[in-house]
Nanobody
Framework: QVQLVESGGGLVQDGGSLRLSCTAS????????MRWFRQAPGKSRDLVAA???????NYADSVKGRFTISRDNAKNTVYLQMNNLKPEDTAVYYC???????????????WGQGTQVTVSS
């Protein structure tokens, strides 16, 4: 079965940086869109950044100019470089992939386990 494994979360000070990684493993034919979401206590899970198979990107207004999403197709990995972090960025971050399994035709949605990012003031 396909798994998305996240890493890179942690505790940083206001203005610090973190780099999140999410790697898809298993029998994968192709990966289409990859995205990062986040969810803070008492709030909904919101889209942070997205990247298509062709490399086109989109960002939430709250992170534009500070976060960068990228992907390495050879490694089935998506990254989120987070700079100038602020306390309001504190949340659990989830990666997402829309992909087709080996031998399949249709794409399905998969989620990572989530990784905690905490930014102290």
């Amino acid at each position: 079965q396909v798994q998305l494994v996240e890493s890179g979360g942690g505790l940083v000070q206001d203005g610090g940086s973190l780099r999140l990684s999410c790697t898809a493993s298993g029998s994968i034919r192709s990966i289409n869109a990859m995205r990062w979401f986040r969810q803070a206590p008492g709030k909904s899970r919101d889209l942070v950044a997205a990247i298509t198979s062709g490399g086109s990107t989109n960002y939430a207004d709250s992170v534009k100019g500070r976060f960068t999403i990228s992907r390495d197709n050879a490694k089935n990995t998506v990254y989120l470089q987070m700079n100038n972090l602020k306390p309001e960025d504190t949340a659990v971050y989830y990666c997402y992939a829309d992909l087709v399994m080996s031998g399949g035709t249709y794409s399905y949605r998969y989620w990572g386990q989530g990784t905690q990012v905490t930014v102290s003031s």
